[in-house]
């Protein structure tokens, strides 16, 4: 069921609404993806307003997602993004000379000989050298390239962490197939250093599998390990947890869950308390983007054609198997239609709008209430995969689909335990 939106370029339109469309023809009048539904065909079509040296398309796609512009986040990012002539308009876009590093090379990267080749360059030597005449495919291979190899952000805690191979299957870490370490990239700096960085990978694809949050990676250990070694107070980082990321540089602690990325294509809003409104992929792109600048400490940006090549290829993961249907699992489609699909809509991967957070049961407020992101509300989530496993919530706090039933979600209601069970079962088929 594509609903097709029909549009025209600007000056078509002008054109052809003064003839009151009896001067168009159907070449004048284009059919634009719809960004909800198909949003990498969307994403395709508008590869050159995002690409394109003047702002005011990405500025205009920031102020629709940023819908709650007082925020400290969203303040910051607002004050930024997409100016004529300042802000991050104007920081070097620097196209990373990355490399994988071996698990024995690890503990002294910084003597090794460095032979990465730049991401960009690598990928126009293979597609060509005009982005904008890329394929579809072309782009998300780019895309796959970037999720794996870009230094998303380094830091002192990692780089210690690396020369620390005893603790690694403790904290997380894994080698791959090739002898690799998952998620780390080598690269080379701006200033021509050596260092290395954790790529989206790190977090997102748990045993290889692209999007899966690992739940092992415990960031905040390392982190107080480091800082015990260093004899610095370190508590506050131990408290995080596996699986979970302290995300805002605030005194608050709030770490959240890494989340799995298949529901990524269904979701209108992004991060817990629904601070990114996802009008149009777009919105993805850019918060690639910023998150990047930001956790580079606004030195360099990464080439647009990074995160725009990461969100196609993000919209285009396939979800992970699931359970056959049963009859069982269709009475339990039954009990989830009557209680949850008015918050978790079918029709949009099982995700929904924000929900006031104190009309939730069992939920913890502090992400929802926070200077930094807090909108009051928690947004619903896709249901898109919840049978591969829990943790569950933002804040991991339940372990299992039976915890997130039992603790009575969303407001309190309770079960009987027929339902409660073919219910989980439907939730394990999608
Ligand atoms: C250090 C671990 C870590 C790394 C590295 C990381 N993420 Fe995440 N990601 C998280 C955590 C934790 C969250 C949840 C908190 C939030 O939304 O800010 C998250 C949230 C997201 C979301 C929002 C999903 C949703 O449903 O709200 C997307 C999309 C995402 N990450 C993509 C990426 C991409 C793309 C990269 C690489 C550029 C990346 N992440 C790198 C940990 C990480
Ligand atoms: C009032 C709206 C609402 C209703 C009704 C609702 N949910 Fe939710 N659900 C939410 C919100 C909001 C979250 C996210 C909470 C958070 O931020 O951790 C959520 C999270 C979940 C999660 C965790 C997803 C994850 O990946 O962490 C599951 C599973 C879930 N809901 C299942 C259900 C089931 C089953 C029902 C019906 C019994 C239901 N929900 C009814 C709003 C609702």
Redo the contacts with the bound molecule.
């Keep these: 069921m594509k609903t097709l939106m029909i549009y025209m370029a600007s000056a078509t339109s002008l054109f052809c609404s003064s003839l009151m469309w009896s001067g168009c023809t159907l070449d004048e009048v284009s059919e634009e993806p719809d960004p909800q539904r198909e949003p990498v065909a969307w994403m395709f079509e508008h590869t050159e307003d995002y690409l394109a040296a003047s702002p005011t398309w990405r500025r205009e796609r920031i102020e629709q997602t940023l819908w709650q512009a007082e925020l400290g986040y969203s303040s910051k990012m607002l004050d930024g993004y997409g100016l004529e002539q300042e802000g991050w308009e104007l920081l070097y876009a620097y196209d990373f000379p990355v490399q994988p590093l071996a698990a024995t090379e690890a503990p002294h990267v910084r003597t090794l000989e460095f032979e990465g080749m730049p991401l960009l360059q690598n990928a126009k030597s293979k597609f060509g050298d005009d982005p904008t005449r890329w394929t579809q495919a072309q782009w998300q291979s780019f895309g796959e390239d970037v999720f794996w190899q870009m230094p998303m952000r380094k830091d002192n805690y990692f780089e210690w962490l690396l020369g620390q191979p005893e603790l690694w299957d403790d904290l997380g870490l894994s080698v791959d197939e090739m002898g690799n370490l998952r998620g780390v990239t080598r690269y080379r700096d701006i200033r021509g250093d050596v260092q290395v960085g954790m790529s989206c990978a790190l977090c997102h694809a748990a045993d290889g599998v692209q999007g899966r949050a690992v739940e092992r990676l415990d960031l905040g250990m390392a982190r107080a390990k480091f800082r015990e070694s260093r004899g610095l107070e370190a508590d506050v980082y131990a408290q995080w947890g596996a699986g979970k990321v302290d995300v805002t540089d605030d005194d608050v602690l709030d770490p959240m869950a890494i989340p799995n990325l298949w529901g990524m294509k269904y979701q209108r809003y992004f991060n817990?308390s629904g601070v990114i409104r996802v009008e149009t992929p777009a919105s993805a792109a850019i918060r690639f983007e910023t998150q990047y600048m930001m956790n580079h400490g606004y030195e360099v940006r990464a080439p647009r054609e990074y995160t725009w090549a990461l969100a196609m290829y993000l919209y285009g993961l396939s979800e992970p198997d699931s359970e056959p249907m049963s009859d069982a699992a269709h009475r339990g489609e039954e009990v989830?239609g009557e209680?949850?699909a008015?918050?978790?809509v079918p029709e949009r991967g099982y995700s929904g709008d924000l929900?006031t957070a104190t009309?939730?049961v069992g939920?913890d407020m502090v992400a929802a209430t926070s200077l930094d992101r807090g909108t009051g509300s928690?947004?619903?989530?896709s249901?898109i995969g919840?049978g591969e496993g829990g943790p569950?919530?933002?804040d991991s706090s339940a372990k299992t689909?039976g915890d997130?039933?039992a603790g009575g979600?969303?407001?309190g209601g309770e079960l009987d335990e027929d339902d409660m069970s073919d219910?989980i079962l439907f939730?394990k088929t999608l």
């Design positions: 817990a989830f209680r949850c008015s918050c978790h929900v009309a939730l939920l928690y947004r619903v989530p249901l919840v569950y919530f933002h689909l997130v039933l979600h969303p407001m219910l939730l």
